[in-house]
C-alpha cells in the first residue's frame, strides 16, 4: 500500500475522526484509525464500537491496500510534517514509513483484519436534511441533554419524526428544550431515536462541511451521511457516522410543556441574557438561584448569597398581570438565551412551583422548573 | 443572617466580663438514668450495652475504679466487678438534654446546643454589669438543673468559648471555674498540653518527647520560628489557642444538624450479608423520617461497619442531589456494605450516617410525579408513626427472614 498526499488534507481528514477512540484495555486496536487506498482517495475510519466516523480524503494512490495506526499520534506528527508533499508506504508487515521533506517517520501499525468494520446501511427508515439547518436545531437543544449517567435515557437528544415535522428534544429532568420543523414524514417512516450526547456533539461538530445531511436509522442505530461539498481541505463524497442509539422509552415530554399560558413578555434576549449573566455572578455553589419579579411593566433580578452579597437588575418591559416572582438556577435560564439567535423572546410564567417558559416565532419551546425557595 | 449582620457592624472586642459559659453535664447518660433510680446514687455505674457494648458513660466512683468510656463492657466489668451496668433508655437521654438546654435559654436567648450534654451560652444580652451578678445567676442555672432535673453539670466562664469549654473540664464533677477577663494566658500557662482543643494524647505525647513541649507556657515561650518549625503553616493558630485568644461566636441555629446517624452493636457478631442489609435499611427507615420532620434534605450516606476485634471501615456515596426519601439511598446500601465489609468475618458493629444536609432552595424536577407521591406517602406514614409510637407501620424489608420451620 502506497500512496502521496497533501499534508494539510491528511491532517484534516484525520482531524475529523480523531475523537472516537476506544479504550486502549478491552482493544487496543480501537485506538487506531483503519487507513484504506482506492483509487484516487483513501479512507479515514475510527470507531469506538458504539460510534464510528469514516472519512474520504484525496490522494494519489500508487498501489491499493490497508493500515491501522494509533490515531492520536499519527495525527500530531502529520501537523508537524515539514513539507506539504507526504509520502505513506506500508510494508506487508504493517510497520509504515511516512516521508515528508527531509523527515522519515517508521510507526507501527495493526493490520486491518481486527478492526470491527463500521456497519453499513440499507433501507431503514431515512431523511434528508439541511446541515445547517440541523446544526442549528441541535445547538438550541443540546445544552438541556443530562451528563448524569444513572438517567441514562436522558443522556441524548431525541429525534422525532412524526406529524408532518422533526422534533428534537433534550432535557435532563430540570429542564426540557424542543425545537420542531415542518417536513414531509410518510406513515411508514415515522418513529423516533435517542441520538447519544457523544454523537451528537461529533455530529455537530461534522455539520458545516455541506449543504446536506442524510439520516438513516431503525430501532438500534442511526447513520448520517454528510455531504462534504463545501470543504476545501482535501474531504471528498461525504463523511459517514454511524452510532447506536440510547434504547429505552424517552419520558412524555409533551405532558411537561405547559399548555396554557399566563403570563406571557416579550423580551429582549440580549439584555435579558446580560441582567442574568450579572446578577448570576453573585450566586455560589450553595445558593444557586435568581429571583425574577415582575410587577407593572417592570422586571426585576434578584441573586444574593449569604456570605457574599446581593445583585439587583432591572428591566422595563410590557406587562399589565399581576405582581409575582419565581426562581430559578440561572445557568437554566441563559442556556437557551445563548443558543437562540433571534433578537426577541418570549418568557411565560404563572406562579412561584409552575415551570417559567422560553419560547420563540419559530417552534422553539425551553421549559424550565424553579426553584423553590425556603 | 441576622447573626452574620451583627457580627459585621461590631467588630469583636474583649468583653469586660467572662460572659460565655460552656455547660458540660457530668456523665449525663448515668445522671438520667440516675434521676429515675436515685437509690443507685454513690454507687458504680454505667450505661452500655451489658453483652457486647461499650460503656457510653460511666459514673465517677466508677471512673476511679478505672472505668472509662468508650471501653468495651467485657472489660470494664473486669477492672470493676461489681460494676452495675444500666441499659440505654431509649429516647431519655434526648428528653432530658431538651430540657436542660430549655431551662438554659430561661437565662437567655443565645445557647448553642453543641452536642446532647454540653453548650455554649452567651449571657451579653442579659444586661449585668458585674462578675458577682453574673456568677450569681450562672450558679442558680447550675441549681436550678439539680433541682429540676437531677442533672448534675459543670460550669466554665470565660471571655470566649475556647477558654470557657476548658475552664468547665477542669473540675469535673459539679465544677464551676470563672476566668476573668485578661487572665486568659495566665490561666492556661500551667495546664498541660492535653487540655488544649485539638491535641490528643499522641500529639501530647510526641510533643513533650520531641520538642519539650508539656505546658501551655512552654507554647507561648517560643519564638516565632521555632514554633512554625514545630506546628508548621498553622502555628498561628496554635499560638492563639495557647494564649486564650478566640472570637467565635456562641451559635444558636440549633436545627443545624451536620449529619444524621444511627448504629447498632448486635447481640451476637453477625456474618449474614442479608440480614446486614436489612439492620442497614432500618436505620435508613429510621432516620429519614428525621430529616423530614427537620425539613432537610441529605445527600450523602455513609455505611460503617465494626469487626469483632474494634477494626473497622467505613465508605459513602452521594447522590446527584441531595433528597429527603428513602428510594434513591436503598440501591446504594448493598453496594456500599460490599466495600465497607471486605474482611471475611461477622460484623459486631454497623452505623449509618446521612451528611451533606441541604436546606437551602430546592430545584423542582420535571418527571418526579413518583418522588412526590412517595413524599406523600412518606408523610402519611411519619405522622402515623409519631402519633402511634414507631414503627406501626414498617417497610416490608424491615421483616426479619422467617425461619424454616415456620
Known sequence: MKFKINRDHFANGLAQVLNVVGSKATMPILSNVLIEAEKDQISLTTTNLDLGIRCRIKAEVKETGAVTLPVKRLAGIVRELPNLDVTFDASPNHSVKLTSGGSTFRIMGIGKDEFPPLPEFGDEKAYALEQSELADMLKSVAYAQSSDETRYILNGVYFNFRDGKLSLVATDGRRLAMVSKEMEVPASSAGAIILPAKTVSELTRLLDKGTKARINFNDRRAAFQIATDKDTSGLVDHVYLYSKVVEGNYPNYQQVIPKETHQRIKLERELLLQCVHRAALVCSEKSNSIKIKLSSNLLEITAQSPDFGEAHESMAIGYSGPDLQVAFN????????????????????????????????????????????? | MALVAARLSNPVTTPALPIIVHLDADAFFVSCELALQPELRGRKCAVGGRERGIISSASYEARACGVYTPMPTQRALKVCPDLIMLPHTSGLYSKVSRQMFDLCETLTPIVQRNSIDEGYLDLGPCGLSTTIELEERVRGLQRRLWDELQIPVSMGLAANKLVAQIASKLRKPRGFVIVPPGTEEEFLAPLPLGKLPGIGAKTEASLGAKHGLKFVRDITARSEGELQRIFGDSWPDMLATARGQDCRPVETDRDDAKSYSQQETFFTDIGDF??????????????????????????????????????????????DTASDLESPFYPLIAPLLRVAWKKPRPLRLISVKFSGVDDGPAQLEMFAQTDEKRRRLAGVLDQLNRRAGDHVVQHGHQLAKRSAAS
Open chain 1, 330 to 374: 440561572p445557568q437554566f435560564l441563559m442556556d437557551p438565551l445563548r443558543a437562540l439567535a433571534k433578537d426577541e423572546v418570549f418568557f411565560e410564567v404563572k406562579d412561584e412551583v409552575s415551570p417559567g417558559v422560553f419560547k420563540t416565532l419559530e417552534n422553539f419551546v425551553c421549559v424550565i422548573m424553579p426553584v423553590r425557595l425556603s
Open chain 2, 274 to 319: 442479608a440480614e446486614i442489609e436489612r439492620v442497614a435499611k432500618r436505620m435508613v427507615d429510621e432516620l429519614l423520617p428525621k430529616v423530614r420532620a427537620d425539613g432537610k434534605r441529605v445527600r450523602t450516606i455513609t455505611i460503617k461497619v465494626r469487626y469483632p476485634d474494634f477494626t473497622q471501615e467505613s465508605h459513602g456515596r452521594s447522590l
